[in-house]
């Protein structure tokens, strides 16, 4: 494929740096139309089918987030997506391939493949595209592996074990419930309001859910969970984490995957305070990053494909038409109007790709 005469490419451009607190909003950023770019020796030009939307964004805008640098006024909006390739001069992609990468809110983008992060991988080849190709940023996606591999290497649910979720209703927690269910497990999520607990019992097959807006989450654990939770899933941190540390069974797990609720305010943000139960209970707390298993993503990818077409994992995506809404999408993330993947379709889907199978 080529890139027609008098292509142009939208893009998002980050225009006025917010504060810690302040809500995202569609000023933060400018929409400009510019040229395509040209490729160079070892890159690759990449067409975006679909962006994803990830609390992480928010912090591109006010501060480093240890992974990567904050932008600059002027930069394009960073965000991971998928595409196709459709110029290449690196000999490991060819026209035509899939991929997932960083390729910014934009409709085309230039890709380097020799110049990734030191030590993560985050360019990868999808190697069984299938329509529609947001499961590629979904269930099929680092969200899925995350949830595949931070549950299943470090949580190590059991049969008839209680696992608790929180973000449950999002696209990592969304589907780390269901796997658990899959393993034979109790699981209880934790959402932000009553109709996505419905959402996760109703349609996910949750045993419980708890909206921490309106519950106590501390009284409602010790009901639903009275002898202890073996697993904790934690993708918010905060009040939250400090919850389930006081209902830990004796062995418990807790994966540490995120911690959205503190992770923007100012200042120093206190660690949990019923940390000791850790020691009491012979438990243990550990932080995984879902690029650390990069070489193992066929294998989840392999099984999540085969739960997906069987019927026992459901595709929990939220889709929206069209670059123009990526803002709006954003925003979606902070004000509780996501239920699972939050995902922006930008273009169709290439002609001949195959259904999930």
């Given at each position: 494929?080529?890139?027609?005469l008098?292509?142009t490419n939208r ?10 607190g302040d809500p995202?909003?569609r000023?933060?950023f400018?929409?400009?139309t ?9 890159q690759?030009i990449v067409?975006?089918i679909c ?5 992480a964004q928010w912090g591109y805008?006010v501060?480093?987030n240890?992974m990567?640098?904050?932008l ?8 991971r997506g998928?595409?196709e390739?459709?110029?290449s001069?690196?000999a ?9 990468a ?8 230039l890709?380097d493949p020799?110049k ?7 360019i990868l ?6 329509r529609?190709l947001?499961l590629a940023?979904?269930s099929?996606g680092?969200d899925g592996?995350a949830?595949?591999f931070g549950l ?7 049969a008839?074990?209680?696992?608790v979720?929180s973000?449950?209703?999002g696209?990592?927690?969304?589907v ?6 899959i393993?034979?497990?109790r699981?209880?999520g934790i ?5 996505k607990?419905r959402?996760?019992t ?28 073996d697993v904790f899933f ?7 984490l ?8 004796l ?5 540490f995957?995120g ?7 100012p200042g120093i ?9 850790l020691?009491s209970?012979r438990?243990?707390l550990?932080g ?10 066929p294998?989840a990818?392999q099984q ?6 069987a019927?026992?994992l459901?595709?929990t995506e939220?889709v929206v038409e069209g670059l123009?809404?990526?803002?709006d999408a954003?925003?979606s ?7 699972g ?7 169709p889907d ?6 999930l199978?």
């Amino acid at each position: 494929m080529t890139i027609p005469l008098g292509q142009t490419n939208r893009q998002w451009r980050f225009a006025k740096r917010p504060k810690l607190g302040d809500p995202v909003s569609r000023d933060l950023f400018r929409l400009e139309t510019g040229d395509v770019p040209q490729i160079g020796p070892d890159q690759m030009i990449v067409r975006t089918i679909c962006l994803a939307t990830s609390p992480a964004q928010w912090g591109y805008l006010v501060h480093d987030n240890g992974m990567f640098q904050p932008l600059a006024i002027g930069d394009v909006m960073r965000g991971r997506g998928v595409g196709e390739v459709i110029q290449s001069r690196h000999a490991d992609f060819k026209t035509g391939d899939i991929v997932t990468a960083s390729l910014g809110w934009q409709d085309y983008s230039l890709q380097d493949p020799t110049k990734q992060p030191p030590n993560i991988k985050t360019i990868l080849k999808v190697e069984n595209p299938c329509r529609p190709l947001t499961l590629a940023l979904g269930s099929l996606g680092v969200d899925g592996f995350a949830a595949y591999f931070g549950l299943l290497d470090i949580g190590k649910p059991q049969a008839g074990e209680t696992v608790v979720i929180s973000a449950a209703a999002g696209g990592i927690g969304s589907v780390a419930g269901q796997i658990a269910k899959i393993k034979d497990c109790r699981v209880i999520g934790i959402a932000g309001s009553d109709q996505k607990c419905r959402w996760l019992t109703t349609d996910l097959g949750f045993d419980g859910a708890i909206n921490y807006k309106t519950e106590n989450v501390g009284e409602r654990l010790d009901m639903l969970c009275p002898d202890g939770m073996d697993v904790f899933f934690d993708n918010v941190g905060g009040d939250i984490l400090n919850d389930a540390l006081a209902h830990l069974a004796l062995k418990a797990r807790v994966v540490f995957c995120g911690y959205i609720s503190t992770e923007y305010q100012p200042g120093i943000v206190p660690g949990p305070r019923n940390y000791t139960k850790l020691l009491s209970q012979r438990a243990r707390l550990e932080g995984f990053i879902v690029f650390d298993y990069v070489d193992r993503f066929p294998e989840a990818e392999q099984q999540m494909r085969r739960w997906l077409i069987a019927g026992r994992l459901k595709n929990t995506e939220d889709v929206v038409e069209g670059l123009d809404a990526m803002p709006d999408a954003l925003a979606s993330l902070f004000t509780g109007g996501n239920k699972g993947n939050k995902i922006v379709r930008v273009a169709p889907d290439p002609n001949g790709l195959p259904s999930l199978s």
